[in-house]
């Protein structure tokens, strides 16, 4: 059964960094496109960077220039480096093959 595990949560000031892992079991990241969402309370879940087989990536406006998806393959992990963290970035982040989701790690940032 496939499952997806994120890492790396936790609470930082404005302007600092951070970097969220997602370890797959009984899927592959290298065959399968995969992504970052986040939900703040209240709000949609909202996707945050998407990354497809090619290794072509996608942001969101929001977060463009700040936030990097990458994966390694041999640890089948995907990663999410965000810098320049702000208050409005706070959410519940997960990480997705769809239609397989993690269980989301809280990320909050103070201002």
């Known amino acids: 059964q496939a499952r997806l595990v994120e890492s790396g949560g936790g609470y930082v000031q404005s302007g600092g960094s951070l970097r969220l892992s997602c370890t797959a079991s009984g899927i592959l990241f290298s065959l399968s496109p995969s992504a970052w969402y986040r939900q703040a309370p209240g709000k949609e879940r909202q996707m945050v960077a998407r990354i497809d087989r090619a290794g072509t990536t996608e942001y969101a406006d929001s977060v463009q220039g700040r936030f990097t998806i990458s994966r390694d393959f041999p640890r089948n992990t995907l990663y999410l480096e965000m810098n320049n963290l702000r208050p409005e970035d706070t959410a519940v982040y997960y990480c997705?093959?769809?239609?397989?989701w993690g269980q989301g790690t809280q990320v909050t940032v103070s201002s």
């Open positions: 997705a093959i769809v239609p397989i």
